[in-house]
């Protein structure tokens, strides 16, 4: 049984930090690429960070460039989201996802942790 549990968001004031962290089992974890993503009320799920597999290609979307750095331990089957410099605007519930690279291509989703951020 694939599982990817969230940890680490909570509430923080602007200008804060916080890390999350995605823990995977049931998948051969460096079989997938890691990503994260975040929906905040009444908008869509959007992408905000992605890890390749051997943990040296990484992309962002552009409004967390520079202020969040996303990391992989594959020998922990964990994925990294550090927060720096947190703005009210990144409030939203943060999932984290698994893309396997190899066919057959299965994706799944971890349930998502709270991250709020407080002006």
């Known amino acids: 049984q694939v599982q990817l549990v969230e940890s680490g968001g909570g509430l923080v004031q602007a200008g804060g930090s916080l890390r999350l962290s995605c823990a995977a089992s049931?998948?051969?974890?460096?079989?997938?690429?890691m990503a994260w993503y975040r929906q905040a009320p009444g908008k869509e799920r959007e992408f905000v960070a992605r890890?390749?597999?051997?943990?040296?290609?990484?992309e962002y979307l552009d409004s967390v460039k520079g202020r969040f750095t996303v990391r992989r331990d594959n020998a922990k089957n964990t994925v990294y989201l550090q927060m720096n410099s947190l703005k009210p605007d990144d409030t939203a519930i943060y999932y984290c996802?698994?893309?396997?690279?190899?066919?057959?291509?299965?994706?799944?989703w971890g349930q998502g942790t709270q991250v709020t951020v407080s002006s």
């Open positions: 996802n698994a893309a396997r690279i190899i066919v057959p291509k299965y994706t799944y």
């Open positions: 049931g998948v051969t974890f460096s079989d997938y690429n």
């Open positions: 890890i390749g597999w051997n943990g040296v290609s990484t």
